[in-house]
């Protein structure tokens, strides 16, 4: 079964430092998202993606975090520079619209941060 | 704007014992309505999926019916499992989803 690829699982840097994290979705997936999830809380979506085009930003810190999809497959979102208030859980998901014109996410396994 | 709202855990039961979560909703439009489960450490998996009025999703002996009337859209189990261990999130949306915090689950044997 096909899966949302995401790496690295894990990542440990120091507050100031220039952190990225890669996804790979499901292929043929058009729709690409990032979102965070802080400890004991459910994801927030931080930036959606239709093939490289950014579909909504406005959750994103755009003084930080920054987000790409150059050839509308796979993405890379950057901080710069992490803050402590950034250690959470990213996690990618990508959709496809169902035959029913519904749509369903799925979710990549995550890269949890961690800023000292 | 859409929410979710979730039971608050953590929920502690015994193997075999029944199991609720409810979720209620706040919604314009219709939109679909997940059940996700997050085991230690991973990402979210979709355990389940409703995307009209009295739909009913199911999967792995977990069922949820979409209730516009209520607007809810409980999870249940019959039986529980040790490995049904894990935390559950109710999610709605098209495209922009928005999750409930999440209820923790602990089946002890």
């Known amino acids: 079964e096909a899966e949302v690829a995401q790496s690295p699982r894990y990542k440990i840097t120091e507050k100031s430092q220039a952190v990225a994290f890669w996804c790979d979705p499901i292929s043929g997936h058009a729709t690409l998202y990032w979102y965070r999830q802080i400890l004991g809380q459910g994801p927030e979506l931080l930036v959606q993606?239709?093939?490289?085009?950014?579909?909504?930003d406005s959750q994103l810190p755009k003084d930080r975090f920054s987000a790409e999809r150059l050839k509308g497959v796979d993405s890379t979102l950057k901080i710069q520079p992490a803050e402590l208030g950034d250690s959470a859980m990213y996690l990618c998901?990508?959709?496809?619209?169902?035959?029913?014109?519904?749509?369903?996410?799925?979710f990549g396994p995550g890269t949890r941060l961690l800023v000292l | 704007g859409n929410s979710v709202t979730q039971m608050e855990g953590p929920v502690t039961l015994s193997e075999e014992a029944f199991l609720t979560i409810n979720c209620t909703y706040t919604a314009t439009g219709y939109p679909s309505l997940f059940w996700y489960v997050q085991y230690p450490g991973e990402g979210l998996q979709l355990l389940l999926k409703a995307t009209k009025a009295d739909d009913k999703g199911s999967n792995k002996g977990f069922e949820a019916t979409y209730r516009k009337e209520t607007t809810s859209f409980h999870l249940e189990k019959g039986s529980v499992q040790v490995s049904d261990s894990a935390v559950y999130f109710c999610?709605?949306?098209?495209?922009?989803?928005?999750f409930g915090a999440g209820t923790r689950l602990t089946v002890k044997p």
């Open positions: 998901a990508s959709s496809i619209q169902g035959l029913d014109s519904q749509e369903t996410q799925y």
């Open positions: 999610a709605l949306g098209r495209g922009d989803m928005r």
């Open positions: 993606f239709q093939d490289e085009s950014v579909v909504d």
